[in-house]
């Protein structure tokens, strides 16, 4: 089993930045691609950024230059550090990873229990 373990919500000012972090951990291979999402209330969960074991990341155009996604793959850690945020970034956070089976070599994804980002104006 794999766990997914956020932190760094909160809440802040419009302008201003946080830092989510998670952890991987747990029985595995090898992970592959990281990411965040978020989830707005009444809205389906979208992609925010990803990142390969490669180090090759891709953003949602709406955090572009104001989001850096990276990763410590000794630590299986993801990291998404938030710049300029505004209100509607406001959204629960969830992280996922692409994880690789000890015992199978199969690829599955895994999920964080997620954490509330709120910008107020």
């Known amino acids: 089993q794999v766990q997914l373990v956020e932190s760094g919500g909160g809440l802040v000012q419009a302008g201003g930045s946080l830092r989510l972090s998670c952890a991987a951990s747990g029985s595995f291979f090898r992970i592959n691609a990281m990411g965040w999402y978020y989830q707005a209330p009444g809205k389906q969960r979208e992609l925010v950024a990803r990142?390969?074991?490669?180090?090759?990341?891709n953003y949602a155009d709406s955090v572009k230059g104001r989001f850096t996604i990276s990763r410590d793959n000794a630590k299986n850690t993801v990291y998404l550090q938030m710049n300029s945020l505004k209100p509607e970034d406001t959204a629960v956070y969830y992280c996922n990873a692409a994880v690789i089976s000890l015992g199978t070599g199969i690829e599955s994804d895994y999920w964080g229990q997620g954490t509330q980002v709120t910008v107020s104006s």
């Open positions: 990142i390969t074991n490669d180090g090759s990341t």
